[in-house]
């Protein structure tokens, strides 16, 4: 099963890191890339489109706010929601003060 990950986080919790931690959450993304899962970092640029009245909208705002901006995602390949946070806990959003949203996904595309 695939799983997407949300990571919020800021530079604010990073920066609180020490610099031993930095090197193991790194490396705790390494070991997600290493497995073949998709991880990036996302840019502070945003865009929204909205279609309430089949009129679209462009916004340069979120549509969902949340206490940390969205930082990042992964999809990563799993048997378990379990399985995967054990290979999330140990990255930069969940170990420096953010959180991560694990999701299941549906099959919709071959791997």
Not at 21 to 33: G, H, P, S, T
């Amino acid at each position: 099963m695939k799983f997407l990950c949300l990571a919020y986080g800021d530079e604010a919790g990073w920066n609180r890191l020490s610099a031993s931690d930095k090197d193991e959450v790194l490396a705790a993304d390494a070991a997600i890339r290493a497995r073949g899962d998709f991880m990036s970092a996302v840019r502070a640029e945003v865009r929204t489109v909205t279609n309430w009245d089949r009129s679209p909208r462009l916004s340069d705002a979120p549509y969902a706010t949340h206490t940390l901006p969205l930082a990042g995602f992964s999809v990563i390949e799993a048997e378990t929601f379990e399985e995967v946070h054990r290979l999330v806990e140990g990255t930069p959003c969940a170990r420096a003060g953010g959180y991560i949203e694990i999701r299941a996904l549906w099959e919709t595309s071959p791997s």
